[in-house]
């Protein structure tokens, strides 16, 4: 069977969630392979970051993740246009799969460019999609293809609004999974390959059609949004700094900022904060924005909505500040602490200013 992922790669390395995905692949992979299950590990990577990498650290850094084969389209970055790119995947896919005649595992992080996608390419290469979740695996005992070639997937995803857990199960050849970042942890480097496999490069240019190269004013404002206040992409960031109504005005975004800055984190927002414009929609989280996964959540004057928490339950850690002790937020931090954000904030910079230089 094929497992593959698409890929995000940046100048320097592997994208967090991309890194745990593979992690979570590979187990998946030795697994079956222990079985005697031929399985193959493909990367299908589709930013144009990857002309900044030449074919031998391509192989390196994918190769200790157990990755057999890297699909790869020079065409630019054809992130952008969602109709090139499914046709991509699909490609790929189709190639891999000996026309969908293999059966295949396709996982994908789930973000804003996946879930515009994963419609149009479930129907493209005839596969049932879980999205969305939290935990996926073969089925007990049926990890193995059955005679007509299906995969028994099993997944676990959070629904009403995080407040319960489905458990899906799902028969098919083809299957496509959106996985939530912090679903899984970064692999232990000891877990490793010490020698990367050898990668197969496959180049997709020449089978694909050129891509419309016009990018649609939907996706061209997509870009705009994700351009503005999200200096660190809350999607990768270890730490957020989360702002709510108590923080007020200007002067309480000052203070976000300087605690952002001390903590080298990225910056985010409750819904109260982005409809009044003081922070931008794009660092929005929750139900409506983004879900993110943090080693550690710092909810500063936010009560804890659920539709914010939806966003967030996925934290490693979450310390709250908030000056009521009553506020839900409590419930579900790990920390927390009571007091006006006017007066802690300031201290928590001071203390982490001082252990910094230590
Ligand atoms: C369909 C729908 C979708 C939604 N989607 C989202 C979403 O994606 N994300 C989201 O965030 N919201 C969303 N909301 C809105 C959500 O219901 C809440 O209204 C919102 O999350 C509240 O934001 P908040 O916690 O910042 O404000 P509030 O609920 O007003 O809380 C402010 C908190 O600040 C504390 N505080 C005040 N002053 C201080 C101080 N000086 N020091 C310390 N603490 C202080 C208060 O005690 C209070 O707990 C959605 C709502 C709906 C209906």
């Not at 990857?50 to 890297?70: H, P």
């Not at 246009?81 to 293999?102: D, G, R, V």
Request: proline letters at 3%; a positive charge; one cysteine or more.
């Amino acid at each position: 069977m094929i497992l593959s992922h698409l890929l995000t790669i940046h100048k320097d390395g592997i994208n967090r969630a991309s890194a745990e995905i593979l992690a979570r692949c590979r187990e998946l992979k030795n697994h079956l392979l222990k079985n005697s299950i031929n399985t193959e590990l493909h990367a299908i990577i589709c930013n144009s970051n990857v002309s900044l990498w030449n074919s031998s650290k391509l192989s390196n850094e994918l190769g200790i993740y157990g990755v057999d084969k890297i699909w790869i389209t020079k065409k630019g970055n054809i992130c952008d246009q969602n109709k090139a790119l499914i046709k991509y995947i699909a490609s790929a896919q189709k190639e891999a799969t000996k026309k969908y005649n293999i059966p295949s595992l396709l996982v994908m992080e789930s973000n804003e460019l996946v879930k515009d996608i994963l419609g149009g390419l479930a129907i493209h290469i005839n596969a049932s999609v879980i999205s969305d979740v939290i935990k996926f695996g073969f089925s007990d005992n049926n990890f193995t293809p059955r005679k007509d070639k299906s995969l028994h997937i099993r997944a676990t995803r959070p629904v009403m609004t995080s407040k319960a857990l489905a458990d899906v199960k799902v028969i098919d050849k083809q299957i496509i999974i959106s996985l939530r970042p912090g679903s899984y942890n970064l692999p232990d480097v000891n877990d490793l390959e010490t020698v990367p496999k050898k990668v197969e490069i496959e180049y997709m240019n020449d089978r694909l059609h050129s891509p419309n190269n016009k990018i649609s004013l939907k996706n061209q404002i997509k870009q705009v949004i994700n351009a503005t206040e999200d200096f660190i992409d809350l999607n990768e960031a270890r730490i957020i700094v989360a702002a709510g109504r108590g923080i007020k005005d200007q002067n309480g975004k000052t203070l976000i900022a300087n605690l952002a800055e001390v903590l080298n984190a990225g910056i985010a927002a409750s819904r109260a904060l982005t409809q009044s414009g003081i922070y931008d929609s794009s660092v929005l989280v929750g139900q409506s924005g983004k879900v993110v996964s943090p080693q550690l959540y710092l909810a500063v004057g936010i009560s804890g909505s659920v539709q914010h928490i939806s966003g967030i339950l996925n934290s490693k850690m979450i310390i709250a500040i908030n000056k009521d002790k009553n506020a839900p937020i409590f419930d579900i931090a790990d920390y927390g602490i009571v007091g006006d954000l006017n007066k802690v904030i300031p201290i928590l910079i001071d203390e982490i200013k001082k252990i910094k230089s230590k």
